[in-house]
C-alpha cells in the first residue's frame, strides 16, 4: 500500500509486520519515532502477541533483547549514536552468543562534542562487533531491508543491523509502499529459534571459553558472517519476486557500465551523488556511482568486480578513522588489492554537514583530473583550524577546541553583521 508517510513510521509498520514478540525501548533521537509508533501499535492491539518493554538505558535495551531472543521471542530494539556506544558490550555478546536480534540504527554522530545530526560514526564504531550491518538509501529501502533482516538474521542465527541515516531518512516525509501482513508472512516464516533457554533443560550460555577454543568460537561466527554473504542476494531476488521491487541485496551499481571514475558510497548520500552524477553525464564526464547496501560482511569480490574497469575510484563517506584516514575506503582497498587504480578518499558529512550537488561537482571533477589529495575533506574550512591550532602553538589555554572554534565562528558573524 502506497502512502506518504515519516521514514521512522514507515520502519515501524515494517517491523510491525514481522510479527516481533518482544520490543525492547529506550528513547534517543532521532530513533525515538520509530520506538514510539510502536508502542503505540502495541497498545491498539494491532500488534499482538507482543511485549513492549521500557527500560532504563540503551544497555537494558540490548540486555533484555538478548534475554528475549535466548528465550525463543522475536526480539527488536532501535538506537543511535550515544545509545549505541552504551550498549556496547551487549551488542558484542548478542553476536557472539549467536541470537538474531534485529535493531535500526539511526546514524547520529558521536560526541564529544555533542552533535545530534547525522553521520556514519556509530555504526562504523561496531563494525567489528560481529552484527550484520545493512546501509539503507532510502525509507523505501529502509522499510524493505527490515524485513529481510528478520530472515536473513534467523537463517544464519545472527543478529543484523539496518543502519539509516537520521533525521535525513528517519524524519523524512516520503511516498513508502508498505507491505501488506500476507504479503510478509508468506516472505518471513515464523520464528525456529536455534538455541532455547528451557528451564525443563538448564543449560549455561555465555560461559567462560578459553584459549582453548575462543579463537574456534570467533571463526564461527566468521564463518557465519560468509555464510550471510552468500544469502543476502538471495533474500533479496526472493524479495524481489514476491514484492515487485528490487531492494536490498550486497551493492548496487548506476551509470557504471562505462564509467572511468566511479563513487562509492553509504546511505541516503547515494540519491545526491546520482543526481551529481547525472549533470556530470550530461557535460560529457564519464562516471558512475556504487552504492554498498552491506557493510558487514563486506562484499569484497562483488565490489572488485564492480570496480574491475573504472581507472579511478573515489569513495565518499560520512565517517572518519581519527589517526588514519577513510573506514569504508579501506574495505575498498582491500577489495582493489593487486589492481592499479588512481584512489581517492573524500569525507564529507560529518556531524551533519550539507553535502550539496555543487560542492560534490567540484570534487569530482577534481579528482577526475587527478587533482586532489588522496585524503580530502569536503567543504572544510582549513582557517578555522589554523586559528585554532595557531592558539595551540602558542600554548594559550583556550580550553576545548570545539568550544574555542565557536567562539571564532562567533566573532566572525559578529563582524559580518
Known amino acids: 500500500m502506497l ?4 521514514g521512522s513510521r514507515a520502519v515501524a509498520e515494517a517491523v510491525a509486520l514481522a510479527r516481533p514478540e518482544v520490543i525492547c525501548a529506550y528513547p534517543i533521537s532521532p530513533q525515538t519515532h520509530i520506538v514510539e509508533a510502536l508502542g503505540e ?5 494491532a500488534l499482538s502477541p507482543c511485549e513492549f518493554i521500557n527500560v532504563e538505558s540503551e544497555f537494558a535495551a540490548m540486555s533484555v533483547a538478548i534475554g528475549a531472543s535466548a528465550a525463543g521471542a522475536r526480539a527488536y530494539t532501535a538506537t543511535a549514536s550515544q545509545g549505541l556506544l552504551f550498549m556496547a558490550e551487549a551488542v558484542y555478546n548478542a553476536a557472539g552468543l549467536g541470537l538474531p536480534i534485529v535493531m535500526t540504527v539511526a546514524n547520529r554522530a558521536i560526541g564529544a562534542p555533542i552533535n545530534i545530526w547525522n553521520d556514519h560514526s556509530d555504526a562504523m564504531s561496531q563494525r567489528d562487533c560481529g552484527w550484520i550491518q545493512l546501509f539503507a538509501e532510502t525509507n523505501q ?4 531491508l527490515h524485513v529481510q533482516a528478520f530472515r536473513l538474521a534467523e537463517a544464519v542465527s545472527l543478529p543484523v543491523m539496518v543502519c539509516m541515516d537520521g533525521f535525513i531518512l528517519t524524519h523524512a516525509y516520503e511516498r513508502v509502499d508498505v507491505p501488506t501482513q500476507e504479503q510478509v508472512d508468506a516472505f518471513l516464516p515464523p520464528y525456529q529459534p536455534r538455541q532455547v533457554l528451557d528451564p525443563a533443560e538448564p543449560v549455561t550460555i555465555g560461559a567462560m571459553v578459553g584459549p582453548e577454543a575462543f579463537a574456534e568460537v570467533r571463526y564461527l561466527a566468521h564463518a557465519r558472517q560468509l555464510r550471510a554473504l552468500e544469502l543476502i542476494p538471495q533474500i533479496a531476488a526472493d524479495f524481489e519476486r514476491q514484492f515487485g521491487r528490487s531492494s536490498g541485496g550486497l551493492l548496487h551499481g548506476y551509470r557504471c557500465e562505462d564509467a572511468h571514475t566511479i563513487v562509492v558510497a553509504l546511505g541516503s548520500v547515494l540519491g545526491t551523488i546520482k543526481d551529481t552524477v547525472d549533470a556530470l553525464r550530461d557535460a560529457g564526464h564519464r562516471i558512475g556511482v556504487l552504492g554498498i547496501t552491506s557493510f558487514r560482511p563486506f562484499p569484497l569480490a562483488a565490489v572488485r568486480e564492480a570496480l574491475v574497469h573504472a581507472e579511478r575510484v573515489i569513495v565518499l563517506e560520512k565517517s572518519f578513522s581519527v589517526g588514519l584516514g577513510g573506514i569504508l575506503a579501506n574495505d575498498v582497498r582491500m577489495a582493489m588489492s593487486g589492481t592499479r587504480r588512481h584512489g581517492y578518499t573524500v569525507v564529507a558529512g560529518l556531524g551533519g554537514r550539507a553535502i550539496t550537488q555543487a560542492s560534490l561537482a567540484k570534487v569530482f571533477e577534481q579528482a577526475m583530473r587527478d587533482a586532489i589529495e588522496p585524503l580530502t575533506f569536503l567543504d572544510m574550512d582549513w582557517g578555522l583550524i589554523e586559528r585554532q591550532l595557531e592558539r595551540e602553538r602558542r ?19 559578529s563582524r559580518v553583521s
Do not use: F, H, T
Open 3 to 6: 502512502k506518504q508517510i515519516e
Open 395 to 413: 600554548g594559550e589555554r583556550s580550553g576545548p577546541a570545539a568550544e574555542a572554534m565557536l567562539r571564532d565562528l562567533g566573532a566572525v558573524a
Open 41 to 45: 501499535l502495541v497498545k491498539e492491539g
Open 141 to 144: 529501502e529502509a522499510a524493505d
